[in-house]
């Protein structure tokens, strides 16, 4: 290793196919941030169980206004997407790796039912905005968690 100028800290230099590159130190140091890990598992949490509140609120609404259900009867409806958001909490609680994989795999597969469904935009742009897109954040955050769990356990 060399020393580098005052901002850039300390350098490693590697070879990538035959050329010099530099990469700061900070980059390949994993540094244990708790309070990183912590919000990652909160907001992730929170993305997860706001998705199921809308849900069962929209199935509420649904069957409520333009079904004539009872409210029984809307309530079973709307325990399906209650018992689904439960679920990817509990596993998100214990198993976030798992979670993550879950929540980005149900993106991905809304994203095929619009392509075989063959969606219209206003279609498209409702169900990434209230579907997809939270899925995939709510993904994202619980695999960055999980990792950085991973590093405070081998750093602890």
């Known amino acids: 290793m060399r020393r580098a100028g005052r901002s850039q800290g300390y350098v490693i230099e590697q ?10 130190m900070e980059l390949l140091a ?4 708790t309070e990183e890990m912590n919000f990652e598992r ?5 993305f997860v169980a706001g998705g199921g509140l809308f849900w069962v609120a929209g199935v509420l609404g649904m069957d409520l ?3 004539d259900k009872s409210v029984f009867e809307a309530a079973g409806s709307a325990a399906i997407p209650l018992a689904i958001t439960i679920a990817a909490l509990a596993i998100g609680w214990f198993y976030e790796n798992l979670a993550g994989v879950l929540l ?12 075989v469904a063959g969606w219209e935009s206003g279609v498209w742009f409702i169900m990434m905005a209230v579907l997809a897109a939270p899925m995939a954040i709510a993904g994202v955050l619980f695999l960055l968690a999980a990792r950085m769990q991973k590093i405070c356990e081998l750093k602890g």
């Open 42 to 46: 909160l907001f992730a949490r929170i």
């Open 30 to 33: 994993k540094v244990c941030k």
């Open 15 to 24: 070879r990538v196919r035959g050329r010099r590159k530099e990469l700061p």
């Open 104 to 115: 980005l795999a149900g993106s991905i597969a809304t994203v095929v039912w619009g392509i």
């Open 65 to 67: 206004g333009y079904r």
